[in-house]
């Protein structure tokens, strides 16, 4: 079995584009909070 | 405690063992009890999955860093997503469509039987230890706290989880796990609520005093081999540490194995992709709002009760010198963060009183750290009682009942996943292996339920050790780590298709002698880097091996 046999690479972009997305934000609003207290 | 507390920790103990009891139908097949039916849902298997990471130590010792130590844990999770995302096209459709019941099952099929059994042996023995250093950690400090005796606390913790795993299999460590997440994930958002009334200053202001001593700083950019929480190591070292984990061990690959099918099991992991660092920042984030809570409470001068009481009786004259200093450096430390609250401009100046303040506040609980280690010959490890102090003083009736039942729920999620999985691997890798291949299903749940009753025995015995021995916990993760990246790597070879099944079993050895090269010449590099050698040492030397002799031998 090969991984596209289960799921093909336009399915493994779109999953990881949106766990990135998600990351994104969360590192995004730990950098700002870091950037905003941070005296 | 408050009585209405203990009801309340009773009342869960209670429903944990009976809810796991009544999964007891649909497991007197092996693969029932072992793997559900193949039935789970992926939101139960991703829920389980989360619960089996969170252990007690996430609950206690990490909001404990994060007060001493701030945010900056949080980089330890960055390769998490990616590694999930990644298993998720490799190894979860591997392993799943190869109907095994262990990821070890599917070395053989691909390798050859040594490299199956020597790899789950190595599951064996991290495991089983391992699994008795999760029970030690809040067996440790439930002891200190409560002044109940270690072997009563490890009993408390140990002994419901093996029979609810003993009698209902992973159906009921899966779905219990549900269950305990949400309890979990409730506490910790009510107690980030509850600090949240409770803090003298706004919000805003209670994130500029703990800005002000960099606990707000989650990145650290700086390449250094030496620091394990550097954004490079959280990502690249985090990575490979997150694919073995997720991807070869037992615990863990024995949940989605369980999932109804490949695009199943690929959601539940990613539902750790999505949620694992966001949960684990409200858990660093509790710690640094306890920080600040600190600033405006009095907090005592060890945290560690059983230590705070031992230093008082046995060195009363330094005690008292210590507890006076200390109370005055409290003060100015009170009077400096509420300069930053009201600041307006001037807030570069006040941080910077503040921070001396503080400085000479860590200095007096330094020396007060080195008396009680002095004084009980024990390391005072005082940041995991920071949390057990605040709840058990300043949380609500009620709420601190919840909270301590989540942290008995986030060590039995863990140990039970361990428990089942270490059953698992003892039957079906070697007891159907090598001893009986052809007895019945009966006979083989029967062994089943005797292996974790073993296990579970034996991790008891060695959280009671390793709780006297201190370092032994230490001792479990470095011997863990030796050999985590090394396995990552044959399974990374069996994804190859002209790597040799001797080449792989060579190259497990070689990584292995890596990382003990590295561990012992170069002791300060990072044990995340650690994988990455592992990993990366067993397919190099199981590509080559297998290209330049490989093309006649199997």
Redesign the interface.
């Known amino acids: 079995m090969t991984p596209d046999s289960v799921t093909g690479p336009r399915d493994f972009r779109r999953t990881l584009v949106r766990v990135l997305a998600v990351q994104l934000a969360t590192v995004l609003l730990l950098w700002l909070l870091q950037a905003a207290f941070t005296h | 405690m408050h009585p209405i507390n203990w009801i309340i920790v009773g009342a869960y103990l209670i429903y944990v063992v009976v809810d796991g009891i009544r999964r007891v139908k649909g497991t007197h097949e092996l693969e029932g009890y072992f793997l559900a039916g193949r039935s789970l849902p992926w939101w139960a298997v991703g829920l389980s999955v989360m619960a089996t990471q969170l252990s007690a130590v996430t609950m206690i010792g990490t909001p404990g860093q994060g007060a001493t130590d701030g945010?900056r844990f949080?980089q330890f999770y960055?390769g998490l997503?990616?590694a999930?995302?990644v298993l998720?096209?490799?190894l979860v459709?591997?392993l799943h469509?190869?109907r095994v019941f262990t990821a070890y099952e599917y070395l053989e099929r691909r390798f050859n039987p040594a490299t199956r059994s020597f790899t789950s042996f190595l599951f064996l023995c991290s495991r089983g230890a391992s699994c008795g250093a999760i029970i030690a950690a809040p067996a440790v400090v439930f002891s200190a706290v409560f002044g109940w005796s270690l072997p009563y606390a490890v009993a408390l913790i140990g002994v419901p989880t093996v029979i609810y795993t003993m009698i209902g299999g992973v159906q009921a460590v899966a779905w219990v796990d549900v269950k305990q997440m949400v309890l979990i994930v409730f506490a910790l958002i009510a107690v980030t609520i509850v600090l949240l009334i409770q803090l003298p200053v706004a919000p805003g202001a209670a994130?500029?005093i703990?800005?002000?001593t960099?606990r707000?700083?989650?990145?650290d950019f700086s390449f250094d081999l030496t620091n394990t929480y550097t954004f490079w190591s959280g990502i690249i070292g985090g990575f490979f540490l997150m694919m073995s984990y997720f991807g070869t061990d037992q615990s863990q690959v024995q949940r989605y194995l369980a999932s109804r099918s490949?695009?199943e099991a690929?959601t539940s992991l990613?539902m750790s992709?999505?949620w694992k660092?966001?949960l684990q920042?409200l858990v660093l984030i509790v710690g640094v709002l306890i920080f600040v809570f600190y600033i405006f409470e009095r907090p005592p001068l060890l945290f560690n009760p059983a230590h705070e009481s031992a230093v008082r009786q046995q060195a009363p004259a330094e005690y008292e010198d210590l507890r006076a200093q200390y109370e005055q450096a409290l003060d100015e430390r009170e009077q400096a963060a509420l300069a930053i609250a009201t600041s307006g401009e001037n807030?570069?100046l006040a941080?910077e009183q503040f921070r001396a303040v503080e400085a000479r506040t860590n200095v007096v609980r330094d020396e007060a750290l080195s008396l009680a280690e002095r004084v009980t010959g024990e390391t005072p490890r005082d940041v995991n009682y920071i949390v057990p102090h605040f709840v058990l003083n300043y949380l609500p009736i009620g709420l601190a009942g919840l909270f301590i039942a989540a942290v008995l729920a986030a060590a039995m999620s863990s140990i039970a996943a361990e428990l089942n999985s270490l059953a698992t691997v003892t039957v079906i890798d070697f007891y159907r292996r090598w001893v009986k291949p052809q007895a019945t299903d009966a006979h083989f749940l029967m062994v089943s339920k005797a292996a974790t009753a073993f296990w579970g025995l034996v991790a008891c015995v060695v959280a009671t050790y390793a709780a006297t021995l201190g370092s032994l916990i230490e001792v479990v993760n470095r011997f863990g780590s030796f050999f985590y990246g090394s396995i990552l790597g044959v399974f990374l070879l069996a994804m190859i298709p002209f790597a040799r099944g001797w080449a792989a079993f060579v190259g497990l050895i070689a990584g292995m002698a890596a990382v003990a090269a590295v561990t012992f010449g170069a002791p300060d590099v990072s044990f995340l880097w650690h994988n990455v050698i592992g990993a990366v040492t067993v397919v190099v030397v199981g590509i080559l091996l297998s290209g330049l002799f490989g093309r006649s031998s199997t």
């Open positions: 945010m949080i960055f997503p990616i999930m995302v998720g096209v490799t459709p591997f469509g190869a994130l500029d703990a800005g002000a960099g707000l700083r989650s990145f490949v695009p690929r990613l992709a999505y660092i966001p920042a807030i570069e941080s």
